[in-house]
């Protein structure tokens, strides 16, 4: 398992929700952004598990709505 760091969660997901990365803590959580809905939180799941080459069961994605949540698990 790789490690991945708070920014790159914060990129992932800025990336996925098409918002700036400076708007994005990690008290963010997917209620913040109308943009980070059921097709964006599988992918921010999808690109976390290819980067840290771990498996993501489909039970836990949908818990992992929050980048506190997201780095809590990976830790």
Same mark, same amino acid.
């Given at each position: 398992?790789?490690?991945?760091?708070?920014?790159?969660?914060?990129?992932?997901?800025?990336?996925? @929700?098409?918002?700036?990365? %400076?708007?994005?803590?990690?008290? #963010? $959580?997917? !209620?913040?952004?109308?943009?980070?809905? /059921?097709?964006?939180?599988?992918?921010?799941?999808?690109? @976390?598990?290819?980067?840290? %080459?771990?498996e993501?069961?489909? #039970? $836990?994605? !949908?818990?992992?709505?929050?980048?506190? /949540?997201?780095?809590?698990?990976?830790?």
């Open positions: 398992m790789s490690k991945i760091d708070l920014e790159q969660i914060i990129s992932i997901v800025s990336k996925n @929700i098409k918002v700036p990365e %400076k708007d994005i803590n990690i008290n #963010s $959580k997917s !209620g913040d952004f109308y943009q980070w809905d /059921s097709l964006a939180q599988v992918n921010i799941i999808l690109e @976390i598990e290819k980067k840290a %080459k771990i993501i069961g489909s #039970s $836990k994605m !949908g818990e992992l709505t929050s980048i506190k /949540s997201i780095l809590n698990y990976l830790k």
